[in-house]
Each structure stands twice: as structure tokens, then as C-alpha cells.
């Protein structure tokens, strides 16, 4: 069968979701809703958003849908056991987790931590606390630096989180010291994600987190869409996070961005060049820096900076290229705590020769996504119903 579309570039929000799913209140969520307070706590100036048809999905306050909107829309259920960066990836790219990672809300046991402290040669660790990455470098960096012993923390996420002082733990040695955390959690303590946390600065006022951060993610199941496009002959280029997501599998092109502003220059890059297959991106401040902080004022400003910049994307799109834009799961600036929310995630879908307008309605799962890009370069993923006849 002939491609529909020669590129798929695939822009995650991350975080960005659009009102709590049946199961919200199971998870501690009931009444989340990302975007919806979002646009609730002012006006939110995304015309180009609009334009595509996000107000269309459903009601946000001062959005309003559009007759002939340039894309189509609807919204996905994330359908795994989670509501993490790893699972709603995983899932888009076929994978249904039926038990989520583990998670560890009293900190590490002693058995974890004294078996990081010996191989990783350690003089101790500080914290072993679910904590706010921001806050326990303010609360611990400046007996860090005293001590020389890392800062570890985990989160509402299934993360083992280690947050060092470049300057006291060089960056190689950080790197080194995750990576033998992430070879001694396995089995039941397999966390999603090893995460390098790197700062500066000389006290608690003015410590901040670098842009070294470094992931290592346990390796996702094979027969997900990456290797199948991969081995398929086709270019699969990953912009940010995307790689470590997937511990580098089926990745053809690795290409490092730091920050919104960087991720979006990089996707406009990427789709300049010569490729064929898939361009898959993640806009982390979203999640980083707006949802995790219970910051809804910056979380607007950034949905109208992304949205001012949208138009650079679609200028940079070939004729035949699709452009889905969806999000991994919801973190609602406005709900207590600092955790993601299990949410919706919007889908918007646009390609100059597509079809624009078609409602797509609630999606079975993420996998929806993964399975309409395979069947569009002529594979198949184990979950996933396609709309590309919807859209093509």
C-alpha cells in the first residue's frame, strides 16, 4: 500500500491534559483538568491552537471551537496502569502496561540504598525522600557540598532520582553513579526512570538545576513502533527526551535539546533535512517547569509562546508530512501536590494535503496514535486502533 504521508513529525505537550478520566479519583485525581484551568485562570491566546481545533475537543474557557477548524481532533485515553512520561510514551508507541513501574512513596529501603552506597563507593546519600527536585537541592545542597554525599529522592513517579553539585560530583562521575543505580534496580525495584539531577550555585538562595540532566530508562519491550520503523528502512529521529524514553531503542538519530524554545528550533531542523519516517519531540517545560511547580501563570505564557511558534513547524512541514500533537499524561498547576494527574491528553492532527475537520473523538488509548503511524509506513503494533484513513 502507498504512503499517505511521507514524515509523521509527532510533538508531545508534556503533560498537557484535558480533564480527568473515569478512573481519576482512584489515582488521588478527581477534578484534575490541565488545560481546562489553565484557560480558566485567564485568557489564554493560542489562535493558532484554536485554529486547528482544540477548542473543539471540548469546552475551555475562552476558547471557543471552530467551523472549519485546519485539523482534526479529539482526545486519548490513556489506557496503561500509570500516569508517568514513560508509560504514555511507551503507550503511544504500542505498549499497554497492565501493572505500572514500582513506586517507592517512603523513600528506598535500606537494601537499595546500601547496595548504591557500596558499589557506587559512596560516603552516604542525603534525603532518600519524595521531595520537589527544586526544593531538596534548597533544603540539602549546601550539606552536599560539606559532605560530598548525593541527594537522592523519588517522587510521586517511579523514579530514583540523584541530585549532585557539578562542581563537587563532576558530571561523568553523576552519570557514572546512575548508571550503577539503574544495574542494581531490577525485578520488583525496576523503576521507569534513573534520573541524573546536576546544579550550581553556592547556597540554598541561589542553587539551580542544570540543563545536564541525564535519564536512563529501563529498555522498552521489543515490537514497539520505533525498531519496527527502524528496521523497516526509515529514519527515526528523536528530539530531546524522546531517545531516553525509550533507552535508545529503534532510535536512528539522537538529536539533544534542552528546553522548549531549543526543542522546537531542533524539530524545524529536523524536518528541513532530507528524512523519510518519523520525527518525534517532547516539549518538557511544560511538565518540568509549570506542571511540577503549581505554576499556572508560566504554564499560559508557555502554551502562547508554543503557540506563537507553532506556524515556524507548519511552515517547515513538506506537503505529504503529517503533524500529530498530543500529550503524555495531564499535571494540573492547580491541584494540590506537586504529581501528574491522570488525564486525557488532547490530539491535534494537521498536514497541508490532510483532512482537516474530522472528529476523532475519545480515542481507546494513546496506542491509537502509534498505530495509525505504523500502518501509514506499512506496519503494525500489538494495540492501537489507526484514524489514518480519517485523516488522509
Not at 525485578?187 to 540543563?211: H, M
Request: charged share 20%; proline share 5%.
Amino acid at each position: 500500500m502507498a504512503r499517505k504521508f511521507g514524515r509523521v513529525c509527532l510533538v508531545v505537550l508534556d503533560s498537557a491534559g484535558i480533564g480527568e478520566m473515569p478512573d481519576a479519583a482512584a489515582w488521588g485525581d478527581a477534578g484534575s483538568n490541565t488545560l481546562g484551568h489553565i484557560f480558566e485562570s485567564r485568557t489564554v491566546n493560542v489562535p493558532n491552537l484554536q485554529a486547528m481545533g482544540l477548542g473543539n475537543i471540548t469546552p475551555l474557557k475562552g476558547l471557543a471551537g471552530v467551523d472549519h477548524p485546519t485539523g482534526s481532533y479529539g482526545k486519548c485515553t490513556l489506557k496503561s496502569d500509570g500516569k508517568d512520561t514513560t508509560t504514555g510514551h511507551w503507550e503511544m508507541a504500542g505498549i499497554i502496561l497492565k501493572q505500572g513501574f514500582p513506586k517507592f512513596p517512603d523513600g528506598f529501603p535500606p537494601r537499595i540504598i546500601n547496595e548504591f552506597v557500596a558499589k557506587a563507593s559512596l560516603p552516604g546519600v542525603l534525603g532518600n525522600v519524595p521531595a520537589s527536585g527544586t526544593e531538596i537541592i534548597k533544603d540539602l545542597g549546601e550539606e552536599h557540598i560539606r559532605t560530598g554525599k548525593p541527594i537522592v529522592y523519588t517522587s510521586a513517579d517511579s523514579v530514583f532520582q540523584i541530585a549532585a553539585h557539578e562542581e563537587i560530583v563532576h558530571i561523568d562521575r553523576l552519570y557514572e553513579i546512575c548508571e550503577i543505580a539503574r544495574n542494581i534496580l531490577h525485578g520488583d525495584d525496576e523503576v521507569a526512570r534513573v534520573i541524573a539531577r546536576p546544579f550550581l550555585g553556592s547556597t540554598a538562595d541561589n542553587f539551580k538545576r542544570t540543563e545536564n540532566r541525564h535519564d536512563y530508562a529501563v529498555p522498552p519491550p521489543a515490537g514497539n513502533l520505533l525498531p519496527l520503523l527502524k528496521d523497516a528502512g526509515l529514519d527515526v529521529v528523536c528530539i530531546g527526551k524522546i531517545a531516553s524514553i525509550y533507552d535508545g531503542m529503534g532510535v536512528t538519530e539522537d538529536l539533544t535539546a534542552k528546553n522548549n524554545d531549543q526543542i522546537i528550533d531542533v524539530t524545524i531542523q529536523a524536518l528541513n533535512n532530507d528524512s523519510h519516517g518519523l520525527i518525534f519531540s517532547n516539549l518538557v517545560d511544560f511538565d518540568m517547569l509549570y506542571g511540577h511547580r503549581r505554576d499556572t501563570e508560566g504554564y499560559a505564557t508557555a502554551l502562547e509562546h508554543f503557540d506563537a511558534r507553532l506556524p515556524e513547524i507548519i511552515d517547515a512541514l513538506n506537503d505529504d508530512d503529517l503533524l500529530i500533537m498530543t500529550a503524555d499524561h495531564g499535571n494540573d498547576p492547580s491541584y494540590p501536590g506537586s504529581d501528574h494527574t491522570r488525564e486525557y491528553v488532547p490530539l491535534l492532527v494537521y498536514g497541508k494535503t490532510a483532512t482537516g475537520g474530522a472528529q476523532l473523538g475519545t480515542r481507546q488509548s494513546l496506542s491509537d496514535i502509534g498505530q495509525t503511524i505504523a500502518e501509514n509506513f506499512g506496519v503494525r503494533i500489538a494495540d492501537g486502533v489507526s484514524f489514518l484513513n480519517d485523516v488522509g
